[in-house]
């Protein structure tokens, strides 16, 4: 199986910015995803990355190393709607999706 | 675009009873599917690849007995909790990605299934 690890908890304030760490070990290597997850519902994709470096999309960004098995997803601006569990998934070389335990996000006025 | 569909929301259902779950792609073509299932507080786990036309390929300790898949067309995957007992109550979710895009394309979740046995 997969390995893939994301730390548990964080907590940050209201304007302010978090990155979430996730580190993997597969069995081949398609791409990285994160999604975003709000209690009772389904996840929604946030990025994704398959070749070393940063995508940026808005408040949102994503890192990838694929020689040290390393991504982190940066949240910016934080706001109160982004708490949330945020998802790191590795799709492996059978284009399969494994899932990290996800990080709880919450946010502090 | 790409709008993956799951019906129904939710379901209560009497402990020994059968259950199907249907999960459609509403404005592409997927050849596969993928069932997850999802514990409170935990993540998200891959129960079954759905592979149109042929059978589905279970992950490792999922009986593919209890849990059945169909995926009669290139829009359709069903999943039928046979036998159900009050251990799988769990929140269910299949997703889809648009074939020709499988290789860089996201996975698209139905909003899930809510499956409580009593």
């Known amino acids: 199986g997969q390995n893939i690890d994301q730390p548990t908890e964080m907590t940050a304030t209201e304007g302010a910015i978090v990155q979430i760490n996730c580190t993997y070990q597969t069995s081949g290597f398609n791409g990285l995803f994160w999604y975003q997850q709000h209690a009772g519902e389904a996840p929604t994709f946030l990025s994704y990355n398959v070749l070393d470096g940063l995508e940026e999309k808005g408040r949102f960004s994503s890192f990838l190393s694929r020689s040290k098995g390393y991504s982190y997803l940066l949240l910016k601006e934080l706001q109160m709607k982004d708490s949330a569990s945020y998802l790191c998934?590795?799709?492996?070389?059978?284009?399969?999706?494994?899932f990290g335990a996800g990080t709880t996000v919450t946010v502090r006025a | 675009g790409a709008v993956v569909s799951q019906h129904p929301s939710w379901v209560i259902c009497k402990s020994g009873t059968s259950v199907k779950i249907e999960c459609r792609s509403l404005d592409f073509q997927a050849t596969t599917m993928f069932w997850y299932r999802q514990f409170p507080k935990q993540s998200l786990m891959l129960m079954a690849t759905s592979n149109e036309g042929s059978k589905a390929t279970y992950e490792q300790g999922v009986e593919k007995d209890k849990f059945l898949i169909n995926h009669a067309s290139l829009t359709l995957s069903t999943l039928t909790v046979t036998s159900a007992h009050p251990e799988d109550s769990s929140f269910y979710i299949c997703?889809?990605?648009?074939?020709?895009?499988?290789?860089?394309?996201?996975?698209?979740f139905g909003n899930g299934t809510r499956l409580t046995v009593t």
């Open positions: 997703s889809a990605s648009p074939e020709r895009s499988l290789g860089n394309s996201p996975l698209h």
């Open positions: 998934a590795v799709r492996d070389g059978d284009y399969k999706l494994s």
